[in-house]
């Protein structure tokens, strides 16, 4: 059973636009999120990361929001932009990050 | 160097061959992971080490599939007697230490092919 969940494949956006990508997750031992961006062929690049005693983030562009009782984060990314366009994985670990369980991941397309 | 490097990029290997898996983390990079990745699928945790010790080895799919980090800083994966349900991207990544708010600097990944 995945503990990591997102349940869009893939997501297309218009540039400058907010591109919002979901994340759900089964285990509430879960303490530390992370996210992830992946182009082909490349290791996957850490975004933004949060912790269970906060419920948003936010770096430039991109705003991480969690919210515990839904056992849900999601990315948002505004403007979008066609360099955006990636796989990004959401990510969580239960014991500060010693390990982290991956979802499988959304492929964004941001178009011209 | 500047990232993780991981040789070779790609391996394709027949099925029951040994293959080895080489990764050099950030220099002075405390801990490192492995991780395991499907095609279509996110990375899938398989070992930690922390210096030359290996704390978490639980996802290790197999007693066919050893990691080791000897003097605690470049780590080698061995698969032994490959089979096709190994053919993936294995990942490292390191950190500079324990703890989330580090967090990991992946490698480019070895595509491993198992015919």
């Known amino acids: 059973d995945q503990q990591v969940k997102q349940n869009s494949p893939s997501l297309s956006v218009q540039e400058g636009r907010i591109s919002i990508l979901n994340c759900d997750y089964t285990?509430?031992?879960?303490?530390?999120f992370l996210w992830y961006k992946k182009y082909p062929a490349e290791g996957p690049t850490f975004l933004i990361s949060?912790?269970?005693?906060?419920d948003k983030n936010e770096d430039g562009r991109f705003t991480v929001f969690l919210n515990k009782s839904a056992k849900h984060l999601s990315l948002h990314i505004v403007p979008s932009q066609p360099g955006d366009s990636a796989v990004y994985f959401c990510?969580?670990?239960?014991?500060?990050?010693?390990?982290?369980?991956f979802g499988p991941g959304t492929r964004l397309s941001v178009l011209p | 160097g500047a990232g993780v490097s991981q040789s070779p990029r790609y391996k394709v290997a027949k099925r029951g061959q040994d293959v080895a898996l080489r990764c050099d983390p950030i220099?002075?990079?405390?801990?490192l992971f492995w991780y395991q990745q499907a095609l279509g699928q996110g990375p899938e945790f398989l070992t930690y080490f922390q210096n030359e010790a290996q704390l978490d080895k639980s996802g290790l799919p197999s007693d066919r599939f050893f990691a080791e980090r000897p003097e605690g800083s470049v780590s080698t994966l061995k698969i032994q007697r490959t089979q096709q349900e190994d053919s993936a991207v294995y990942l490292c990544a390191s950190s500079l230490a324990p703890g989330a708010n580090y967090g990991y600097t992946f490698g480019s990944g070895t595509r491993l092919t198992v015919v």
């Open positions: 285990n509430s031992m879960f303490d530390y």
């Open positions: 990510a969580a670990s239960d014991n500060y990050g010693q390990n982290f369980v």
């Open positions: 949060i912790s269970s005693i906060k």
């Open positions: 220099s002075g990079h405390v801990s």
